[in-house]
T-cell receptor, first 115, second 119 residues
Framework: GENVEQHPSTLSVQEGDSAVIKCTYSDSASNYFPWYKQELGKRPQLIIDIRSNVGEKKDQRIAVTLNKTAKHFSLHITETQPEDSAVYFCAARLNSGGSNYKLTFGKGTLLTVNP | GAVVSQHPSRVICKSGTSVKIECRSLDFQATTMFWYRQFPKKSLMLMATSNEGSKATYEQGVEKDKFLINHASLTLSTLTVTSAHPEDSSFYIC???????????????FGNGTRLTVT
């Protein structure tokens, strides 16, 4: 099965700085990589995703990069704001050819943006 | 946007009792729903995949007789924790897959989660 490693487990930045979270995956057959933001006690919210046929995707202050050769992908948040503080999870979906759409999640990164 | 409703949000029960958690897709039909368990400051662990009209597919190590899943309609899946024990205390979250025409990676929409405490 797929294994997703996520680093760092905690990240503290000053407001306005950039934050980068990195993930690696083990199975080269994975083809879809979403990122979720989860505030304490709330549901995970999809913030950005990328497919394996794309190297980079950007949405305002958030961007994701994918290196298929190295099997790693990263989340970049620029001009961080206190409301960006949350736990961020990366995930990978194995292209098994079926319809189950199982995601394997990383262990999460607690991002704290200090005002 | 698509909404997934999960109830209850919190439940406290005594050891030995059973608890049912509901996951509803409010404005779309979901042939597939997923149940996760999340320990404090930990990641989401997939417990099982719930398919409408068929048996759920459980992940390795998850007891199917303890965590009963029923997906009786296209908008409702239930997870029943049977004979609950304190070690079953956790945060349980469901997600529903929203199939869209032409979309090879259908979005997942999460419920708000259920905090289960077994005393």
């Amino acid at each position: 099965g797929e294994n997703v490693e996520q680093h760092p487990s905690t990240l503290s930045v000053q407001e306005g700085d950039s934050a980068v979270i990195k993930c690696t995956y083990s199975d080269s057959a994975s083809n879809y990589f979403p990122w979720y933001k989860q505030e304490l006690g709330k549901r995970p919210q999809l913030i950005i995703d990328i497919r394996s046929n794309v190297g980079e995707k950007k949405d305002q202050r958030i961007a994701v990069t994918l290196n298929k050769t190295a099997k790693h992908f990263s989340l970049h948040i620029t001009e961080t704001q206190p409301e960006d503080s949350a736990v961020y999870f990366c995930a990978a979906r194995l292209n098994s050819g079926g319809s189950n759409y199982k995601l394997t999640f990383g262990k999460g990164t607690l991002l704290t943006v200090n005002p | 946007g698509a909404v997934v409703s999960q109830h209850p949000s919190r439940v406290i029960c005594k050891s030995g009792t059973s608890v049912k958690i509901e996951c509803r897709s409010l404005d779309f039909q979901a042939t597939t729903m997923f149940w996760y368990r999340q320990f404090p400051k930990k990641s989401l662990m997939l417990m099982a995949t719930s398919n409408e009209g068929s048996k759920a597919t459980y992940e390795q190590g998850v007891e199917k007789d303890k965590f009963l899943i029923n997906h009786a309609s296209l908008t409702l899946s239930t997870l029943t924790v049977t004979s609950a024990h304190p070690e079953d205390s956790s945060f349980y979250i469901c997600s529903a897959r929203r199939d869209l025409p032409g979309r090879s990676t259908p979005p997942l929409h999460f419920g708000n989660g259920t905090r289960l405490t077994v005393t």
